[in-house]
């Protein structure tokens, strides 16, 4: 007996991360639950969710997903520059952001998805994928008991997360997968005895994190999430493991490391087509994330929103042309609402990349000995490229 309701779905969303859990949700509002969506995903989205990039813009987030206090960890009212040799700039801006319980939250989107009609299965593995003659999708699904069947979908949303494994080699669908290149390492611990400010992400720079800087995010008052992410194309002569336990305890050498996570992130902004052939990509798997923070949470659920009113779109239309210009019209959509930005910031991103730790310093310890209220992010900025004057010229396509 089957684990499905039905044989044939309109939509079939893979992966219930905040882009598949977005896209699940919008659709079946924006049908009024008279489309047939199915979410899976191997296990339950409150199930070990990632602990990495929990501090999240409260007001971005407020205008995608009502907030609810239940799955908020605490209140972000500042970000503390570091430069490597400990001068501090701050950045304050009260309840400027939000630290989020991410398997809260991730529980809240799919009883949201629950709640308007998304049939969701958290113990279904998508094995593959396969275009039928009429157009159709063929998912094959490894359920409860490893027991394999295969649904048919009219449009499918990968939002299977970095790298996007499941659409490689589908003749139909080449030129938009995200591929290796797109993929940075990461490494973080959940630890104890750290002091830190409950109300300010702290973020470190300078050539200790080549290519990329380090982080502590509060989570409760007591433990953090301390870790940081390198370049794709860093080498090291330890393990990042090693780099990490290394940093914490030069640093931080009474705390408890309670647990170490890592693996290979989403880095960058993507001009890949987003939509080919009824399949549409979405969050990390479209590589929709701010090339320099590697935010991507509230980016993944915004990506999610657009691709499911795209799906929507493509799903009434019947002419193929038609359906070919709505695919088309995602990457512009994505563009228009946050692509764009996401390509300036990659263009400056090598020339950030190359500020020595000397100028870090002296920009941090010259912002350091402003008052608070003067420590704006753009006046951060400007001082950064004072420091630097050869970074004005490297970063000029990004001035204009």
């Known amino acids: 007996m089957s684990f499905f309701k039905f044989e044939t779905y309109d939509l079939v969303v893979c992966g219930a991360g905040p882009a598949g859990l977005m896209a699940a949700c919008t659709y079946a509002k924006r049908t009024q639950g008279a489309g047939r969506v199915l979410l899976l995903d191997k296990k339950a989205p409150w199930k070990e969710p990632i602990f990495c990039a929990e501090a999240v813009s409260a007001n971005r987030l407020a205008k995608l997903w009502p907030i ?34 991410r398997s809260g939250f991730h529980h809240a989107l799919a009883d949201g998805c629950a709640e308007a009609g998304v049939e969701c299965h958290f113990d279904a593995l998508v094995k593959s994928l396969a275009r039928n003659d009429d157009g159709t999708w063929n998912v094959c699904v490894k359920g409860p008991e490893s027991v394999t069947e295969t649904v048919k979908a009219k449009a499918v949303v990968d939002a299977t997360g970095p790298g996007a494994r499941l659409t490689h080699g589908i003749e139909c669908l080449e030129g938009i997968e995200a591929g290796d290149t797109d993929l940075e390492p990461a490494i973080f611990a959940v630890a104890e005895g750290i002091e830190h400010s409950p109300e300010h992400i702290e973020l470190f720079f300078g050539s200790e994190f080549p290519d990329g800087y380090g982080w502590i995010f509060p989570r409760d008052g007591v433990e953090v999430n301390i870790g940081f992410v390198l370049g794709k194309n860093v080498k090291l002569g330890v393990s990042l493991r090693e780099k990490l336990k290394s940093f914490i305890a030069e640093r931080y050498p009474k705390a408890n490391v309670k647990a170490i996570y890592g693996g290979m992130i989403a ?134």
């Open 68 to 101: 609810d206090r239940s799955w908020v960890r605490g209140r972000i009212s500042g970000i503390y520059f570091t430069s490597p040799d400990r001068h501090r700039a701050e950045f304050y801006s009260k309840d400027c952001g939000l630290i989020l319980d």
């Open 267 to 400: 880095c960058g902004q993507s001009e890949r087509p987003m939509a080919r052939c009824g399949l549409f990509k979405a969050g990390d798997a479209a590589s929709c994330v701010n090339p320099i923070s590697r935010s991507g949470i509230v980016e993944s659920m915004l990506c999610g929103k657009i691709v499911a009113e795209s799906t929507v779109e493509w799903l009434a239309a019947s002419a193929p042309e038609v359906r070919e210009k709505i695919e088309a019209s995602v990457l512009d959509r994505w563009m228009e609402a946050l692509g764009r930005t996401h390509l300036q910031i990659a263009r400056a991103k090598p020339g950030f990349n190359a500020i020595k730790d000397s100028q870090f310093d002296r920009a941090a310890k010259s912002l350091s000995k402003l008052p608070r209220e003067k420590q704006t992010l753009f006046r951060i900025f400007f001082t950064v490229l004072c420091a630097s004057p050869s970074l004005i010229w490297k970063m000029r396509s990004f001035l204009k």
